[in-house]
């Protein structure tokens, strides 16, 4: 049972009008709202905390790419990564991920994830994503065929970790004379594959296929990931083998503080800021982002999405973040994770606005009086 | 009261207009295509927009079948079409027709389209101008006017109300009220526009224009018209006014009280308009 430590280092200063003012805290948010001055000690805040997750027992810690937003200021996750590659000694690092059609070539990733492999001493865990919609309308890239190179592109960067080079590479969306990444790797393949979904039934099949690891993003109802690891070990089956818990990670924020008034109280007003400001209009879906059939589906399963929530009440209920006492926390983490039947927790409890004192406060409290008693099967 | 009376007249005429163009589908290079027509004369291809208003038979198909062979083609990707992902580009899909017309023996057409249609007949007419008798554009895409960018139609779709101000001169109107509401039940209308702006989107999401299209176009030496809506917010007037920079011969209309869609906003001005011109 391995817990990790994700961060989406957010932007904790958006104005106290923004939901009135702005669309969305993506894509179209003028950047002039972007305090460069500020943003050097959040940098240095944030990779304090992430750095702060390996010496306090965490398996491992996550960084995610997204552009042109509040939400999360690493447009590049692996220049955060670089830097915690030299800032930890233990924990494993994933990547979740590289949103592979946005790199052309998507050689650069097979380049830069096995810098960062050889750089952590092999520490790295690779996660290879389609993007969420808005990155397509930031980065300007089709969306109708997203899917198709976020295949060819993963195909193309295991051959080149794992044939030697130079080699020939041939493919409806990328042709290659010369492929040939130094560095290598370091492991005896390639970095363990982690792909994040959403629930879409197509991602599901396609790495219960590969036997990569699903990882549920965060912030769904609970009756959601029931839904996506039950269809994932079914697809697992399909595919003839049984599905390993480690193959399973589930996405969810966790606070812990003395007491259960004193958790929902330090963590509460954060978490708002976070759903209200940094979620607003989230799920933009350029056409031909998936399916019709499942756009249709995305649209109506909105209420079991984050930003649909309104009440603290609709949180618990929907276990969409675990807040509490150590005692509490560690009842739910247990009764949860025992029945989805999941290998990897990735918890995370920085919002944009929560204080960095508080942030790690939690995380000691996790580490001390809730890590040691959700580890056993 | 006078709306009500409108509506009712509309959906007499769409009734008068059944049993003309049923659907038949023919193989090109591999892609099942989806074809209506009707009416016997010279050869009138009708190229649909994004909203894919070749799925039935329209009154303004039917007005121009009494003195035509009009044919009405549904694009690979929309409707019952398909084939679109042999579709990368606005070139495949003049390649489509050029297949589809040489399938049904049409060496020469009068050739038009609205929008997205217009910009295909464009990109037909420079490749095979030979084949192309008369051509007809209507608030169409397809170049780039620095001074008025083109506005992003898939942001604006996020906001139905805005997409309707987008679309129409009048977006309260009748018409305006048919075209979003027509097609079946609000599921299956989402479905269809999801569709239909999938197909646009692998066309134009890059580049909404074609950058070769300008030293191209002096290739078109048929008689051409250019008709605009003159409240198009979508593909403003100043989009018609490029094209025309290209074809100097072009006659240019302009209709007084329509948006982006002439063929149902201002239905009877836009049909004589082309038919008066197609006749000479």
Known sequence: ?377 | MFETLKKLKYGARVLLSKGGGQPETITVAGRPTVIRHAGEGPAFVYLHSTLGEASSWLPFYQTWARQFRVLVPTHPGFGDSRGFEQIDTIEDMAFHYVELFDALGLDEIILGGVSLGGWIAAEFAVRWPERVKRLWIADAPGLWVNEQPLPDLFRIMQHPAQTREMLFHDPHSYMADLVFKAGGSEEERLLNTYQNLTVLARLVWERPYDPKLPERLHRIQCPTLLLWGEHDQLVPPAYGKAYQKYLPHAEWKLIANSGHLPMFECEAEFVEAVTRFCQA
């Not at chain 1, 690493?74 to 800032?87: D, E, F, K, W, Y």
């Not at chain 1, 198709?148 to 290659?176: M, Q, V």
């Not at chain 1, 940094?278 to 909105?302: D, E, F």
């Not at chain 1, 409290?365 to 099967?377: G, I, Q, W």
Request: with cysteine; hydrophobic share 40%; aromatic share 14%.
């Open chain 1, 1 to 377: 049972m391995q817990y990790f430590f994700f961060h989406l280092m957010g932007w904790p200063y958006l104005p106290e009008d923004f939901e009135a003012r702005y669309d969305s805290a993506w894509i179209w948010l003028p950047n002039q709202l972007y305090d460069p001055v500020k943003g050097q000690d959040l940098y240095r805040e944030y990779i304090n905390t992430l750095a702060y997750a390996d010496e306090l027992g965490f398996d491992g810690i996550c960084v995610n790419e997204h552009h042109q937003n509040a939400y999360g200021l690493m447009p590049s996750p692996n220049v955060i990564a670089g830097a915690l590659t030299q800032r930890t000694r233990r924990c494993k690092i994933a990547v979740i991920g590289n949103a592979l059609p946005l790199y052309n070539p998507p050689l650069r990733v097979a380049e830069e994830f096995a810098m960062l492999d050889v750089m952590s001493g092999g520490r790295l865990i690779a996660g290879m994503v389609i993007g969420g919609g808005p990155e397509y309308f930031s980065y300007q890239i089709n969306p109708t065929n997203a899917r198709e190179r976020f295949r060819e592109a993963l195909d193309l960067i295991l051959k080149a970790w794992t044939e030697p080079g130079p080699l020939l590479w041939n493919s409806r969306h990328y042709f290659f004379r010369n492929v040939n990444p130094w560095p290598r790797p370091l492991k005896h393949q390639n970095p363990p594959i982690w792909i994040p979904g959403v629930g879409s039934a197509e991602t599901i099949e396609f790495v219960a296929q590969r036997r990569y690891c699903y990882m549920g993003i965060p912030y769904f109802h609970l009756d959601v990931f029931r839904r996506v690891f039950g269809q994932f070990r079914e697809a697992c089956a399909r595919a003839g083998y049984t599905a390993k818990p480690e193959q399973m990670g589930w996405g969810i924020p966790v606070y812990v503080a003395e007491t259960d008034r004193q958790a929902r109280e330090e963590f509460e007003p954060h978490l708002w800021y976070f759903v209200r400001k940094h979620m607003k209009n989230i799920n933009i879906t350029p056409p031909g982002y998936t399916s019709p059939r499942s756009a249709l589906a995305i649209l109506k399963n909105r209420s079991f999405f984050l930003p649909a929530q309104q009440t603290w009440d609709d949180i618990e209920k929907g276990v969409f973040a675990i807040v509490g006492s150590p005692a509490t926390v560690r009842q739910k983490l247990n009764t949860y994770r025992k029945e989805l039947g999941v290998g990897v927790v990735l918890t995370g409890c920085q919002t944009g606005t929560l204080p960095h004192a508080l942030a790690r406060k939690s995380m000691e409290l996790f580490a001390r009086e809730v890590l040691p008693h959700v580890r056993d099967a």
